[in-house]
Every structure is written in structure tokens, then in C-alpha cells.
Nanobody, 126 residues
Framework: DVRVVESGGGLVQAGGSLRLSCSAF????????VAWFRQAPGKEREEVACISRSDGSTQYGDSAEGRFTIASDNAKNTVYLQMDSLKPEDTAVYYC???????????????????WGQGTQVTVSS
């Protein structure tokens, strides 16, 4: 069975940085993707970034705005979301999701992902 585990959320001041970590256990091949979504109160869940584990290709949602970077450390089976220049509007629960196949097949659609972590709260104070 696939299991997704996130960590790294917390409270940070505006302009600061945070790094989220995600490990997806149980995939039977490298042909899978790991993505970060976020959901703010009263808003829909949106994709922040995705990385295809097989070739390292990435895609970003509009919310990343060039301030967030997704990267993979395959030796540690961990995907990181580096978030810089954080703004109060980045406050949300951040979810890690994983699925077989490359990011490009999913078009940022959260319904395309079967495997989800429990979420981690990121709060940016002004």
C-alpha cells in the first residue's frame, strides 16, 4: 500500500521561508509523481507544484509565483517544497499527493491523485 507523509509546516513571518518535506512509500516503480496542493479557509484546494520522480520534470501552479521550488532527493525518497518570500495569503493547509504517472498527465487536477498525506499547516503572519 502507498503511504504519504508530510512534515515541515509552522508559523513564519511574512518575507520568511519554510521547507516542507514529503515521503511517499510503497510505489512499485519510479514512474510516479509527487505534488503539493494547498487549501486556504473557504477556498478550493489548488496545486502548488508537482515533480515527476522518473525524470525530475516539474510543473508549477499559479500560486507558486516563482517563489516556491519543488525538488526531489531520490536517495532519501523525499520531495521538498522550498517556500521563500512568504506572504500572509500563503497561509493554508499544505497537502502532499502522489500518483503513478508523470505530472503532465494530471493537469493539476486534485482528483487525479489517489494518495494523500494528512496535511500540514503553514501560517504566515504579517
Amino acid at each position: 500500500d502507498v503511504r504519504v507523509v508530510e512534515s515541515g509546516g509552522g508559523l513564519v513571518q511574512a518575507g520568511g521561508s519554510l521547507r516542507l518535506s514529503c515521503s511517499a512509500f510503497g510505489f512499485t516503480s519510479d514512474d510516479h509523481s509527487v505534488a503539493w496542493f494547498r487549501q486556504a479557509p473557504g477556498k478550493e484546494r489548488e496545486e502548488v507544484a508537482c515533480i515527476s520522480r522518473s525524470d525530475g520534470s516539474t510543473q508549477y501552479g499559479d500560486s507558486a509565483e516563482g517563489r516556491f521550488t519543488i525538488a526531489s532527493d531520490n536517495a532519501k525518497n523525499t520531495v521538498y517544497l522550498q517556500m521563500d518570500s512568504l506572504k500572509p495569503e500563503d497561509t493554508a493547509v499544505y497537502y502532499c499527493a502522489a500518483e503513478y504517472g508523470p505530472c503532465v498527465e494530471f493537469y493539476g487536477d486534485l482528483n487525479a491523485y489517489e494518495y494523500w498525506g494528512q496535511g500540514t499547516q503553514v501560517t504566515v503572519s504579517s
